[in-house]
């Protein structure tokens, strides 16, 4: 095995979806640049109406475009309104996949290793025609624990989102409205399908969010419900290859500075890749983050407790 990475130009195509993070659109584009993509595919949502920096923000943002200069077709999808960031890049996806069986997706906050590119090249085309797998993660919120694997993956149902690849043929069982819930939590579909009464707990409650709410700001929750749905495996590498630079008092979801995704870094991953003989969900390292996140979810709600009770007594005193 060598830590060499394979030359660029990469064959796959890219979809880069951006927003008014200029700053950290270009540290990924610099990424992608060195990647050479030969296929890029940039989509862009639109500004706030009641945000007024959006508009130079945005528009900042859209001038990588100019930036390509490498053999390679661009593609652009930049919305005049604003979708928000569940419909936006959903909608973005579903473009993408129009024009490409498949591909790798990356957002304007998720900075990759260049070892990530090639991992998705190559398992892209090793599951190519293998409907079990329906995900390819760049991220391993375990990687200190699995960094000695036989094996350069494993197989999960958990399928992280900052830097990802799929197929068009995954992709087609996703559904934003998430239409088929209810009749599968109504047949029993859930009833022992999670680990434990705390992961379905956790699991239903963002679907039941999801299907109760007037505007739906994510679309990662549909996402898990299609794989879960379809019996779908995700690829997780035995080391993290994405980092999140996103995290921050600007940021939508990724607020907690102190969580464990945002200390991570992009790692590169050894070639050839070591393919597992097996395709079997790795069950103990399932459980080992779930553990993981609802630590996280915990230390995030006692904060956000703790800043209204200090609110509160500020407005007594």
């Known amino acids: 095995?060598?830590?060499?990475?394979?030359?660029?130009?990469?064959?796959?195509?890219?979809?880069?979806?951006?927003?008014?993070?200029?700053?950290?659109?270009?540290?990924?584009?610099?990424?992608?640049?060195?990647?050479?993509?030969?296929?890029?595919?940039?989509?862009a949502d639109g500004p706030r109406k009641n945000v007024k920096s959006d508009f130079e923000k945005c528009e900042e943002a859209r001038k990588i475009v100019n930036q390509v200069d490498w053999d390679c077709k661009v593609e652009t999808l930049f919305q005049s309104e604003n979708l928000n960031c569940g419909v936006g890049p959903a909608s973005a996806f579903t473009w993408f996949f129009e024009h490409e069986e498949e591909g790798i997706i990356l957002e304007d906050d998720c900075l990759p290793s260049q070892s990530f590119f090639w991992f998705c090249q190559d398992l892209l085309?090793?599951?190519?025609?293998?409907?079990?797998?329906?995900?390819?993660?760049?991220?391993?919120?375990?990687?200190?624990?699995?960094?000695?694997?036989?094996?350069?993956?494993?197989?999960?149902?958990?399928?992280?989102?900052?830097?990802?690849?799929?197929?068009r043929r995954a992709w087609k069982k996703f559904d934003f409205e998430l239409k088929h819930y209810s009749k599968a939590k109504q047949d029993g579909f859930f009833s022992y399908y999670f680990m434990s009464p705390v992961e379905k707990a956790y699991r239903l409650r963002k679907f039941n969010k999801t299907i109760t709410r007037s505007k739906v700001?994510?679309?990662?929750?549909?996402?898990?419900?299609?794989?879960?749905?379809?019996?779908?495996?995700?690829?997780?590498?035995?080391?993290?290859?994405?980092?999140?630079?996103?995290?921050?008092?600007?940021a939508t979801h990724t607020t907690n500075v102190n969580s464990k995704g945002a200390s991570m870094d992009a790692l590169d991953i050894g070639f050839p890749l070591r393919h597992p003989p097996f395709m079997i969900r790795d069950a103990?390292?399932?459980?080992?983050?779930?553990?993981l996140l609802m630590k996280d979810v915990i230390t995030s709600k006692a904060k956000s407790l703790l800043k209204i009770n200090r609110l509160l007594k500020a407005k007594v005193i």
């Open 125 to 167: 085309e090793h599951y190519r025609h293998d409907t079990r797998v329906m995900h390819i993660g760049g991220n391993n919120f375990l990687s200190g624990w699995q960094k000695d694997s036989d094996y350069s993956y494993y197989f999960s149902r958990a399928g992280n989102v900052w830097g990802w690849a799929t197929w």
């Open 1 to 43: 095995m060598s830590y060499v990475i394979p030359a660029s130009p990469l064959s796959t195509p890219v979809l880069l979806v951006i927003f008014n993070r200029p700053e950290t659109t270009w540290q990924v584009f610099e990424a992608i640049r060195k990647a050479r993509p030969s296929r890029l595919y940039i989509a």
């Open 284 to 291: 103990v390292s399932d459980k080992r983050y779930f553990s």
């Open 217 to 250: 700001d994510w679309w990662d929750y549909q996402w898990d419900f299609a794989r879960y749905a379809n019996s779908g495996l995700a690829i997780v590498p035995n080391i993290n290859l994405v980092k999140n630079i996103g995290f921050g008092d600007l």
